[in-house]
């Protein structure tokens, strides 16, 4: 299963606003993932940069399960 269908999935499972809250917080991310990517394009040899990115991917990561995790079990 792809894990980026989750929060699609469980749309119909939690509250719209969670739902919503959901899809804002992973514009957010994808922006940051984008800029630091940007950023790393200018300065390969960066390993803040690195960590930075890092860092945004597990994020969006923990959002993902946790959005998972809102659906009630079947």
């Known amino acids: 299963a792809d894990?980026?269908?989750?929060?699609d999935t469980q749309r119909t499972y939690?509250?719209?606003?969670?739902?919503?809250?959901?899809?804002?917080t992973l514009a957010v991310i994808a922006t940051a993932i984008a800029e630091t990517r940007t950023a790393i394009?200018?300065?390969p040899n960066n390993p803040a940069l690195v960590a930075i990115l890092s860092s945004h991917y597990e994020r969006k990561v923990e959002l993902l399960q946790r959005a998972t995790e809102l659906a009630p079990s079947s």
Request: glycine share 0%; net charge negative.
């Open 14 to 24: 939690c509250a719209p606003a969670a739902a919503h809250v959901v899809d804002q």
């Open 3 to 7: 894990p980026r269908a989750a929060p």
């Open 41 to 43: 394009t200018d300065d």
